[in-house]
């Protein structure tokens, strides 16, 4: 069978909302995200889950705990899942940042991977700690299904980790809506990806539209 990950981002928040970079705590899902999270568990409730490891960040937590109530599976908290730190930029809307911070802000859209938001983190060392979670699990599970819940640069960086894209790039290569389930199988030649941003468990007027990689999705 094989091992095979599965994740998810969080679903919808006032932040995702207004495009504003966010990557604290104690933020709530909004009315949409709640049931965002209600129709995911519906449809992934009756997956045989091996473990499911979750960003320790509110909206992380509440987008999978109704899958948890469903199912009555145990969740794991990994730090390493949280979201790509923004430092002084947090809250701030693209525009506000390239006033506010032009240079590291410019710096930061060449190249993500070395330049890190001012005060914030680059995103090589997100793959970093992101990757040592991809390997406890490989070490855990020899097969089966683990799900992995966070946020949208950290899922865009592992991806690229797992896939051998520069991981300067994952804001050029990779969309993430909110909601969004990613099915990664664990090959014996490497990563294969079966699914990619798939939200068909959410009814068409939850979905979020594709766009490039200043809005939200």
């Known amino acids: 069978m094989g091992l095979t990950l599965y994740l998810l981002r969080n679903a919808e928040t006032y932040f995702c909302n207004t495009g504003r970079y966010c990557s604290r705590d104690g933020v709530p899902l909004t009315e949409r995200g709640q049931q965002m999270a209600e129709y995911f568990a519906k449809a992934y409730r009756h997956v045989d889950w091996k473990a499911i490891l979750c960003s320790p960040l509110n909206h992380a937590m509440a987008t999978v705990k109704p ?3 469903a199912g009555g599976f ?10 790509l730190a923004f430092g002084a930029w947090e809250g701030l809307s693209p525009e506000e ?11 930061w859209l060449a190249d993500p991977a070395w330049n890190a938001p001012t005060q914030g983190e680059k995103a090589i ?11 406890e699990v490989e070490e855990r599970f020899p097969d089966g299904n ?9 899922l865009r960086i592992m991806l690229c980790g797992l896939l051998g894209v520069d991981v300067g790039r994952y804001r050029d290569r990779l969309a993430m809506p909110v909601t969004a389930i990613t099915r990664v199988d664990l090959m014996a030649y490497g990563p294969f990806v079966r699914v990619f941003n798939d939200c068909s468990h959410l009814p068409v007027e939850l979905r979020r539209p594709w766009a490039g990689n200043g809005s939200d999705d």
């Open 67 to 69: 899958l948890c109530d």
């Open 74 to 83: 145990p969740l794991e908290y990994r730090p390493q899942l949280r979201e």
């Open 97 to 107: 940042v390239r006033q506010n911070f032009h240079d590291d802000y410019t710096r």
């Open 125 to 135: 060392r997100v793959a970093r700690r992101s990757a040592a979670v991809l390997e």
């Open 146 to 154: 683990v799900l992995l819940v966070s946020h949208k640069a950290t």
